[in-house]
């Protein structure tokens, strides 16, 4: 199959304007009994994902929806992913690629803390031939699906311990060696994968100095094709409920603040610049405190920070995050929206 017609990772950041995602929903997880697969999604407290949530997000502004999905309790022994899992997945892929929208798809929480994708090179030893059959299957699905949908290779991978903050050798070889096979898995695939936008993160997903300086971008075979990924929840005390390892607060917007920013958007600068690759912050947000101005306001420099240095970014949406009301299909924090889309 053709794939001249395919934009470059460049192009497609350039194209995405403001980004969302799905969060709690189908990377949700957990054991029960029965045969509605739909009630997977619900596990965490999010009512079922629907093409009018889409809509809604769309007529806000977003123009890209980051879908994370998590596999584990859906294959076999030998890797092989639940036929009917993989359609219910298609089918919120196919509603949001319907509007116009760019989608992200990615193995989530099979990574991650507690998970059977441990960043060593002992769990890629373990763990590698699997991660590979995963993506051969979901490659295989999707191959025909043209440049608006992208690949997300595994979200925040760490190590056995789950350490956060590791930059040790072992824990940065093993984020790389699962990229490193994610591109070859993909690109041996057929249809437009060949030259697929594919997107890769560091240790953790981190951002931080420390771990950009270990990180590497893996080989691709296909130029101009490949997109870096970082999230970010800084200041921690403001963006989360509970942060007990500093000061918790409701307010934004000091010297400090801003600088942090400032900060960061010079990092990740220098960093894909020295690579020659495009970036995304695939996760970003702040929890509801009843402090919405406050809020917009990080939201607002936070994106207008990344913007200017050519980097799109995702609000991560579920639970005190929300900035749209997910069962009624609205907008409920339209500051905050105003922010994401207008910075």
């Known amino acids: 199959m053709s794939t001249d017609i395919f934009e470059t990772a460049f192009k497609a950041v350039e194209n995405i304007k403001s980004g969302i995602n799905t969060g709690n929903s189908l990377e949700a997880h957990g054991h029960y009994d029965g045969d509605d697969i739909s009630r997977y999604e619900l596990q965490w407290g999010e009512p079922p994902l629907k093409k009018e949530l889409f809509e809604a997000e769309k007529a806000a502004g977003f123009n890209a929806i980051r879908l994370p999905i998590t596999w584990k309790h859906h294959f076999d022994s030998e ?71 992208l690949f997300e290779a595994l979200n925040e ?12 050798p072992d824990s940065v070889e093993g984020t790389l060696l699962y990229n490193q096979l994610f591109i070859d898995t993909v690109r041996a695939g057929g249809g437009f994968n060949p030259q697929r936008n594919l997107i890769v993160m560091p240790y953790a997903g981190s951002g931080v100095k420390g771990r950009l300086d270990t990180f590497k971008m893996p080989a691709d075979p ?15 005390g403001f963006c989360w409920f509970k942060a007990p390892w500093t000061v918790v607060r409701d307010t934004w917007g000091d010297a400090a603040d801003l600088e942090q920013i400032a900060t960061f958007a010079k990092r990740l600068d220098r960093f894909k610049t020295e690579w020659g690759v495009p970036a995304i912050v695939g996760e970003f947000g702040s929890q509801d405190k009843q402090n919405e101005p406050a809020r917009a306001a990080h939201a607002a420099a936070f994106v ?40």
């Open 79 to 149: 890797g092989n992913i639940d036929k009917a899992w993989l359609e219910y997945t298609a089918s919120r892929v196919d509603e949001i690629l319907s509007l116009g929208l760019y989608c992200i798809i990615n193995i989530h929480h099979d990574g991650g803390e507690g998970s059977w994708i441990v960043s060593t090179r002992a769990g890629f030893e373990k763990s590698g031939a699997l991660f590979a059959r995963l993506w051969q299957q979901i490659a295989k699905r999707f191959e025909g699906y043209g440049e608006r949908l």
């Open 222 to 236: 296909a130029s101009d094709h490949l997109i870096l990924e970082v999230h970010n929840y800084d200041p921690e």
């Open 157 to 168: 991978p760490i190590n056995e311990r789950r350490e956060w903050e590791a930059n040790d």
């Open 304 to 343: 207008r920070a990344m913007r200017m240095i050519g980097v799109k970014c995702f609000w991560w949406e579920c639970g005190a995050f929300c900035i749209f009301d997910r069962k009624e299909c609205k907008v409920k924090a339209p500051l905050i929206v105003k922010a994401l889309t207008e910075s």
